[in-house]
């Protein structure tokens, strides 16, 4: 029997890498050695470029929305040896030599919980960016049912050009509250800015995956 060269039988990734619609992958890491998970997290192509260029695994943390160099605080590193794809090449397993306990409370793996049965009770995040779909949800319901008493309803009885001008006065809120330095008032603002948009779209029938996927495009 022929043996096949090492190319043929793991050839070079050629599919685009998917990302989730936050713009992440999961990313699961396994001791080298022993074949033990040790965690989950999520890289995104900054993340995952700095683990294969530099050897030690990076992940970007979803709580601060910022790259995160594994075990920087605790000294606690994981060594990248392999890195492997699956066959969706949406998710990527990293086969690391770890410097010491794996998860934050010194286990050395992050699963030590034994899950014998069906949980009675779960916990859904609510955090990211999915919160513009939900509310744009609720600004189209309110569009369609026009409830008395709603103050999106008064906008969208007041018409586009109401809804503009709102747009126009909370762009100006929002930019003066980054000049006087206010950070405490900034997120307010910029909460009012995207509410006010995201009621300006549905009053032109035009939908936040249109401006997602304008801003995809410009990523390139």
């Known amino acids: 029997m022929t043996e096949l060269p090492p190319e043929s039988v793991n050839p070079p990734v050629k599919l685009p890498v998917k990302l989730n619609d936050q713009g992440l992958m999961p990313a699961i890491a396994q001791d ?10 999520y890289v995104n192509p900054g993340s995952l470029k700095r683990t294969l260029e530099g050897g030690q695994v990076w992940f ?38 770890p410097d010491g306990p794996t998860c934050h409370t010194g286990a050395v793996s992050c699963f030590f919980h034994p899950l014998d049965a069906a949980p009675e009770q779960f916990e859904t995040a609510d955090n990211g960016a999915r919160i513009l779909d939900e509310l744009f949800a609720l600004v189209k319901d309110r569009q369609q049912a026009m ?17 503009a001008q709102k747009v126009i006065e909370e762009g100006g809120e929002t930019a003066l509250a980054a000049v006087q330095g206010d950070v405490a008032a900034l997120p307010n603002e910029v909460a ?26 410009r990523r390139h």
Not at 65 to 91: I, Q, R, V
């Open 192 to 217: 009012d800015l995207l509410y006010h948009t995201l009621v300006l779209l549905a009053a032109l029938g035009v939908s936040p995956a249109q401006v997602w996927a304008e801003l995809r495009r």
């Open 147 to 163: 409830p008395q008493g709603s103050y999106t309803t008064r906008l969208f009885e007041e018409g586009v050009a109401r809804i």
């Open 60 to 97: 970007y943390s979803r709580s601060r929305e910022e790259l995160w160099h594994k075990g920087e605080m605790s000294g606690h590193y994981l060594n990248l040896k392999e890195a492997w794809l699956d066959c969706d090449a949406d998710t990527v397993l990293l086969r690391v030599q």
């Open 32 to 41: 080298f050695n022993t074949g033990q998970v040790l965690m989950l997290g």
